[in-house]
């Protein structure tokens, strides 16, 4: 009884061994696949599962959360041949772990190298110019290439990044002094460009100067012209007046002239530059009767008025 006792905990012992050893766990973001006597047969997602012991088996265990493939630095020449260097980053997700597990043999390495040949197919087709600034349309180019060809892998490729396009050294000198002289020709063109439009506006100020100037002179001839229109009819009015009080036998009108041309006399003498004194021997009682008889002239018009 003793050795009976003994195999049945024995049997006990190996059936709970065979029952735990069934018994798999599988972690959140992970996908284990199972293998019957060697064959795929069905994914195990995150849980609690239960295999057939010795039957039953786990093959492969899959992330399926977001990876990152750092691609190594590589030398790619341009179609203009430029050789530059460049690398990038590529991020994926494994949505089929059977077809992951069994489609590809070592898929990191397989990823790696698809990455890097279609970055030279890509890269290869473009001038360094274009290279250089249309980053995102290569990130969407190369995205779509390799996601294609990644497809029957089960994998999801979500971005893929171009972290540097480096020309060599001696090509980078080059392009600085091309955007310097550049630069240099935009600031000379700009700098014509004001001094035309000051040259434009000074002109312009100096025709509107010019114009206000002669407008200025217009009015000023407009209005001595009136003046001496004015002046005329005034001139011609008392020469009318004179001449009817000289027609009808008035002496004071007489004394009007005489006054006017000794008036007009003095004052030519007073105006020449030589003459510093005047002496004029001269009664002055007689302008004063004579600018008096003007007097009574004109109020005797206004009277017969």
């Not at 265990?61 to 050789?83: F, G, H, T, Y």
């Not at 980078?172 to 063109?189: F, G, Y």
Request: hydrophobic content about 45%.
């Amino acid at each position: 009884m003793y050795g009976f006792e003994i195999s049945i905990i024995v049997i006990v012992f190996f059936a709970l061994a065979l029952i735990f050893a069934g018994v798999k766990m599988v972690p959140q973001g992970h996908c284990w696949t199972v293998e019957r006597f060697g064959r795929y047969t069905r994914p195990l997602h995150p849980g609690l599962h239960l295999l057939i012991p010795i039957v039953d088996s786990v093959g492969s265990k899959q992330n399926m959360m977001e990876q990152v493939l750092d691609v190594p630095p590589q030398e790619v020449i341009s179609s203009d041949n430029a050789m530059v260097t460049t690398d990038a980053v590529c991020f994926f997700q494994v949505l089929d772990a059977g077809k992951a597990a069994y489609e590809v043999n070592d898929l990191p390495r397989a990823m790696r190298n698809l990455v890097m040949t279609n970055i030279r197919a890509v890269l290869g087709s473009m001038e360094l110019d274009e290279m250089l600034s249309n980053r995102d349309a290569i990130n969407l180019k190369l995205l779509g290439k390799v996601d294609e060809a990644t497809d029957p892998w089960g994998i999801k490729v979500t971005r893929i990044e171009i972290r540097d396009i480096s020309p060599p050294q001696d090509l980078v000198d080059s392009m600085a002094n091309q955007m310097k002289a550049e630069r240099d020709k935009r600031a000379a063109i700009l700098v014509a460009e004001g001094q035309r439009a000051a040259a434009i506006t000074v002109a312009e100020g100096q025709k509107q100067a010019e114009i206000l100037r002669a407008e200025g002179e217009k009015q000023a001839v407009i209005l001595e012209a009136e003046a001496r229109e004015r002046e005329a009819l005034a001139e011609a009015r008392a020469t009318k007046v004179v001449s009817e009080a000289i027609g009808e036998g008035n002496a004071q009108a007489i004394n009007y002239f005489v006054a006017q041309k000794y008036t007009e006399a003095l004052k030519a003498i007073g105006a020449g530059e030589n003459s510093k004194v005047v002496l004029m021997p001269l009664e002055a009682s007689s302008l004063i009767g004579s600018v008096g008889g003007i007097t009574e002239l004109l109020n005797s018009t206004k009277a017969k008025g």
